[in-house]
């Protein structure tokens, strides 16, 4: 019923930077929190940044300072700018949407985008 699309992942050298988009579509009336999640080589997905609908934020302690996740809600699109790359970044980066279909009274259901690849040179 949503479709997550990620763009903006690729090669990039260490201190570089990226932008990441992830757009929803679909039977939306609101989403609530959005986030960012990256799977590094043989790890497990793990949390990068969260986002609120009101925008408030909160980050992986290994990205603070360097990462910052913003929305437009007008939009149902997410972003990230990850500046200062290092290679510890490289992984496959997923958004996540928690998602009323119809109303407030629904259960948000959560889905993942399809993922973009990130990888950073040294």
């Known amino acids: 019923q949503v479709q997550l699309v990620e763009s903006g992942g690729g090669l990039v050298q260490a201190g570089g930077s990226l932008r990441l988009s992830c757009a929803a579509s679909g039977t939306i009336f609101s989403i609530n929190s959005m986030g960012w999640y990256c799977q590094a080589p043989g790890k497990q997905r793990e949390v990068v940044a969260t986002i609120t609908s009101g925008g408030s934020t909160t980050y992986a302690d290994s990205v603070k300072g360097r990462f910052t996740i913003s929305r437009d809600n007008a939009k149902n699109t997410v972003y990230l700018q990850i500046n200062s790359l290092k290679p510890e970044d490289t992984g496959v980066y997923y958004c996540?949407?928690?998602?009323?279909?119809?109303?407030?009274?629904?259960?948000?259901?959560?889905?993942w985008g399809q993922g973009t690849q990130v990888t950073v040179s040294s």
């Open positions: 996540n949407a928690a998602v009323y279909h119809y109303n407030y009274d629904d259960t948000a259901a959560h889905y």
